[in-house]
């Protein structure tokens, strides 16, 4: 099995949307909705913002949002906030296993 | 609020085996699964295996042939062992709570720094 594929990084002003697309297989991604995605700031233990996709944990802001088309997962965070530059990374399902993507580093400028 | 608490050692030789202990207070241990995580440096992270109450086991296929979990019900504790490490398997190793059905991570240990040098 490898690992999701993920973009290295990706940067974006405060106030603006960025997405995170995260690409997999109909292994994983393509077959499971149980793709989630988590927060990781350095220093500290990663948090999921989303699970089953598109569903908000308790607490975690509007402004991050999930989605998924086929083998590839994406990771939307609306209204860009300094507080948000911090490492993400994806994770999937994948019968009885489960797969992480190499991780994209969110700058925001 | 559940909290995991993990120890183990930090400095191992090549061909030694790794061993850390995960330890679940203020919370259930049934109903959930119990994983390793962990990240190598400068890397992203890798899902290491995971165990039920019932002690059921699913592992990485990559590191299958080394890996074991085990539980202990009465103490709230999960284990993992790695063998033959050597420098690739120098990372923080996290423990984790998995939800059922959703699989994915709500609690999160706080790490453990293992590294491998001779």
């Known amino acids: 099995q490898s690992a999701l594929t993920q973009p290295a990084s990706v940067s974006g002003s405060p106030g603006q949307s960025i997405t995170i697309s995260c690409t997999g297989t109909s292994s994983d991604i393509g077959t499971y909705d149980l793709v989630s995605w988590y927060q990781y700031h350095p220093g500290k233990t990663p948090k999921v913002l989303i699970y089953g996709v598109s569903k908000r944990p308790s607490g975690i802001s509007s402004r991050f949002s999930g989605s998924s088309s086929g083998n590839t997962a994406s990771l939307t965070i609306s209204g860009l906030q300094a507080e948000d530059e911090a490492d993400y990374y994806c994770c999937s399902y994948a019968g009885n296993y489960v797969v992480f993507g190499g991780g994209t580093k969110l700058t925001v400028l | 609020q559940v909290q995991l608490q993990q120890w183990g050692a930090g400095l191992l030789k090549p061909s030694e085996t790794l061993s850390l202990t995960c330890a679940v207070y203020?919370?259930?241990?049934?109903?959930?699964?119990w994983s390793w995580i962990r990240q190598p440096p400068g890397k992203g992270l890798e899902w290491i295996a995971k165990v039920s109450q019932g002690a059921t086991s699913d592992y990485n296929p990559s590191l299958k042939s080394r890996v074991a979990m085990s539980v202990d019900t009465s103490k709230k504790q999960f284990s993992l062992t790695l063998s033959s490490v050597t420098a690739a398997d120098t990372a923080v190793y996290y423990c984790?709570?998995?939800?059922?059905?959703?699989?994915?991570?709500?609690?999160w240990g706080k790490g453990t720094t293992v590294t491998v040098s001779s």
């Open positions: 203020g919370g259930s241990f049934s109903g959930y699964f």
């Open positions: 984790a709570r998995v939800l059922y059905n959703h699989w994915y991570v709500d609690v």
